[in-house]
């Protein structure tokens, strides 16, 4: 009575017959294509906003650490006689820029002599460490603490100085110089610690003469430095302000010097 063929075991079931659809596949794949496509235009907007943010911020404030040391023989001893002999220096204290990218980029520092460099710092900071070991050696006092007691000492020296240059630009509104560029001129002081500590090495009271030299030629260093980056970033200028603080710089560095020149075990003295 009923029509069951397809349950019969052994007789083929019929193919079921689907309706078409003539504007199913059209529908979706467009729809799909949309909402691909402008997803992947959101999001790379999005992303590139972000990546283009994220650059700007970073280069603003830290800026690319290969650009410190591209340094050669010329630069190095130029820059010692800007460091160690800042008043001796003829020329402008500005930096030179260049177009790069739609935007103007500082040189680096072996096409322009007042561009702040790293590889001076940190030979300046080792020499340091061997200097006053040395020295300690000298006394009988030299023994591996004795050596890290120095290092770590002098890190902190190069860390206060650094705090000093940042708050000062920071308390007169200029306070976006690159990081870097502000740990490169903090680092400079170890040069004429270098100075003094191996006068007193091969001189004995020569120290007392070269010490407060080297304390005043890295004052004017660093304020006629502190100067360009001022006049570069600060929005306002207040004068009697700027000169006021950019002395506290300069005197800063007398007991900074001496208290960084005591070779010592001693955190103190």
């Not at 349950?7 to 079931?13: E, H, L, T």
């Not at 078409?20 to 294509?33: C, E, Q, V």
């Not at 935007?103 to 561009?115: E, F, G, H, Q």
């Not at 030979?123 to 020295?135: C, D, E, I, K, Q």
């Amino acid at each position: 009575m009923y029509n069951n063929v397809g349950a019969q075991p052994g007789v083929p079931r019929p193919p079921a017959i689907s309706q078409p659809n003539p504007f199913g596949d059209t529908f979706y794949g467009a729809g799909s294509g949309l909402i691909r496509g402008g997803l992947g235009a959101y999001g790379e907007k999005i992303l590139g906003s972000s990546s283009e943010y994220v650059q700007s911020n970073i280069s603003r404030y830290f800026s690319d650490p290969q650009y410190y040391f591209q340094v050669n023989d010329q630069y190095v001893r130029n820059k010692l006689k800007v460091v160690l002999f800042p008043f001796l220096h003829r020329g402008h204290w500005t930096r030179i820029t260049e177009p790069v990218g739609g935007r103007l980029s500082y040189k680096p520092p072996i096409y322009d002599i007042n561009a702040p460099d790293l590889y001076i710092p940190f030979m300046a900071f080792g020499t340091y460490v061997v200097l006053a070991g040395f020295s300690l050696g000298l006394q009988g006092k030299f023994s591996p603490e004795a050596l890290n007691w120095l290092f770590i000492k002098g890190l902190l020296g190069w860390f206060l100085q650094v705090s000093l240059l940042k708050l000062t630009l920071l308390s007169l509104g200029s306070g976006e110089a690159p990081l870097l560029d502000i740990v490169a001129y903090g680092g400079y002081c170890f040069t004429g610690l270098c100075v003094a500590i191996l006068g007193r090495i091969l001189f004995g009271y020569s120290y007392y003469f070269l010490m407060p030299w080297t304390c005043l030629c890295m004052g004017i260093f660093l304020v006629k430095t502190m100067k360009r980056v001022l006049f570069a970033e600060v929005r306002s200028y207040d004068s009697s302000r700027h000169h006021y603080l950019l002395l506290f710089i300069a005197l800063a560095q007398f007991p900074l010097f001496t208290w960084l020149g005591i070779t010592s075990v001693n955190w103190f003295i």
